[in-house]
T-cell receptor, first 114, second 108 residues
Framework: DVKVTQSSRYLVKRTGEKVFLECVQD?????MFWYRQDPGLGLRLIYF???????EKGDIPEGYSVSREKKERFSLILESASTNQTSMYLC?????????????FGPGTRLTVT | GQNIDQPTEMTATEGAIVQINCTYQ??????LFWYQQHAGEAPTFLSY????GLEEKGRFSSFLSRSKGYSYLLLKELQMKDSASYLC?????????FGKGTRLHILP
């Protein structure tokens, strides 16, 4: 079974803290993605990666960075957390093989910045 | 543009049929996804249409018209567990662009 795991389900951090969100997939997928999901705004792409050490900005990269040192692991970093980064963060992975790019999602991390 | 539009909320009755529409205003989409997301959980894959027409999968069917930029998800024999958000999403290369989702309420 496909599996994407995220390091925490719930996280509370203070304004200004550096925050690391970890995502691991065990499907040997090339592509990995970080989204945030907010009521009324849907899923918005923050960053994605097609391969190890590669990263591409999504629609809302400001205030975030990412790291992909190993194929199975994709980390999202909030350099200095702010209250407007309180959100549900979802990681996903996919493979470009075949005609479908179906994304498999992790369970999500609900981050609260106080 | 990349707008994907779908209704914000819908209500239907247990045992009935409901159709959730999705329109998109972009060229370059390889295909159209539908995902289901229960409250507090991650989205899960329902269907992917790359060709025009209807694809049936049990109680769920998905339709695509590429020339009209239109898709719908059809849910038959509704069950209470179908209460969820349904996300329409277009695929372009390795990326997926998501709509804001339709929250479906099922009444007993």
């Amino acid at each position: 079974d496909v599996k994407v795991t995220q390091s925490s389900r719930y996280l509370v951090k203070r304004t200004g803290e550096k925050v690391f969100l970890e995502c691991v997939q065990d499907m040997d997928h090339e592509n990995m993605f970080w989204y945030r999901q907010d009521p009324g705004l849907g899923l918005r792409l923050i960053y994605f990666s097609y391969d190890v050490k590669m990263k591409e900005k999504g629609d809302i990269p400001e205030g975030y960075s990412v790291s992909r040192e190993k194929k199975e692991r994709f980390s999202l970093i909030l350099e200095s957390a702010s209250t407007n980064q309180t959100s549900m963060y979802l990681c996903a992975s996919s493979t470009p093989q075949g005609s479908s790019y179906e994304q498999y999602f992790g369970p999500g991390t609900r981050l609260t910045v106080t | 543009g990349q707008n994907i539009d779908q209704p914000t909320e819908m209500t239907a009755t247990e045992g009935a049929i409901v159709q959730i529409n999705c329109t998109y205003q972009t060229s370059g989409f390889n295909g159209l996804f539908w995902y289901q997301q229960h409250a507090g959980e991650a989205p899960t894959f329902l269907s992917y249409n790359v060709l025009d027409g209807l694809e049936e999968k049990g109680r769920f069917s998905s339709f695509l018209s590429r020339s009209k930029g239109y898709s719908y998800l059809l849910l038959k024999e509704l069950q209470m567990k179908d209460s969820a958000s349904y996300l329409c999403a277009g695929s372009r290369d390795d990326k997926i662009i998501f709509g804001k989702g339709t929250r479906l309420h099922i009444l007993p």
